[in-house]
């Protein structure tokens, strides 16, 4: 994929059990997200603010309960927390994906800083029925 080109996702796959969501690009490259990541990383102005990012804590056990495609250019992701405001455009899906890594450690030193948990507040048995 060429630098100008603009990153085209082609499969969603939400592994539910593990908390994860394989996102698959037309470059052929696969990259398992957590459903942790994707929500501390949400692209909504709830956690982006105005300019001064919130920290999202207490999101270890969160999942993905629904996904929805918004055109041919993102996806509205429903976290099992409530979440669903913003919008994950194929390019905010490959940026986290290729920066996962260093997303990550950021996310750990800002909770670590800011004596944040990723712990839940409330232990919960969640059970899908299919």
């Not at 082609?10 to 490259?29: A, H, I, M, P």
């Not at 455009?89 to 940026?95: G, K, P, R, T």
């Not at 997303?103 to 004596?115: G, Q």
Request: aromatic share 8%; proline share 4%; hydrophobic share 40%.
């Amino acid at each position: 994929m060429s630098t100008t080109e603009a990153p085209i996702v082609t499969d969603l796959k939400l592994k539910r059990k593990s908390r994860l969501l394989e996102v698959t690009f037309k470059d052929g490259k696969t990259y398992s997200l957590s459903c942790e990541l994707l929500r501390v990383y949400s692209p909504s102005a709830e956690v982006h603010g105005h300019g001064n990012p919130v920290l999202v804590t207490h999101k270890k056990n969160v999942n993905i309960d629904a996904i929805t495609p918004v055109g041919n250019y993102a996806v509205k992701i429903v976290f099992s927390d409530g979440h669903d405001s913003g919008l994950f455009s194929w390019a905010v899906l490959h940026d986290i994906a290729i920066n996962q890594v260093e997303c990550w450690e950021n996310y750990l030193a800002r909770l670590r800083a800011e004596n944040g948990s990723r712990e839940p507040l409330i232990d919960m048995a969640v059970k899908y029925h299919n």
